[in-house]
C-alpha cells in the first residue's frame, strides 16, 4: 500500500483524529500524546503523524479496536514506518 503524502498539518490533524477515536480524549490530549511521543523519539512530528497514519492503515482490519488502540499508542516496531522512530527499517 502507498502511503498518501500528507502535509505537515494535515497528517497531523489526522493523527490527532486517530487518537482521538481510540482513546475518547480531547483534541488538545490528543496533540499532547502525538508531540510527547515524537520528542521521546526524537523523530519529526510530521513524521510520527504519518507513521501512525500507516499503522492504522494497515492494521485496521487485523485487530480488534481495543489492539488497535495499544498497538497504535506505543506505534509498534512491526510497522511498515519502524525506521521513522530510529530502529532498523
Known amino acids: 500500500m502507498t502511503t ?3 502535509s505537515t498539518r494535515t497528517a497531523v490533524d ?3 483524529g486517530i ?3 481510540f482513546r475518547g480524549c480531547s483534541e488538545n490530549d490528543a496533540f499532547t500524546e502525538l508531540a510527547e511521543t515524537s520528542r521521546q523519539h526524537k523523530v519529526a512530528l510530521a513524521r510520527t503523524a ?4 500507516a ?3 494497515t492494521h485496521h ?3 480488534p ?3 488497535v488502540t ?3 499508542l506505543q506505534w509498534s516496531h512491526a510497522t511498515p514506518y519502524r525506521g521513522a522512530f530510529g530502529t532498523a527499517a
Do not use: E, G, H, K
Not at 504519518?50 to 497514519?53: M, S, T
Open 4 to 6: 498518501p503524502s500528507y
Open 14 to 16: 489526522i493523527a490527532v
Open 19 to 21: 487518537l482521538i477515536a
Open 50 to 53: 504519518r507513521a501512525l497514519i
Open 55 to 57: 499503522f492504522i492503515q
Open 61 to 63: 482490519d487485523d485487530l
Open 65 to 67: 479496536a481495543t489492539d
Open 70 to 72: 495499544a498497538a497504535a
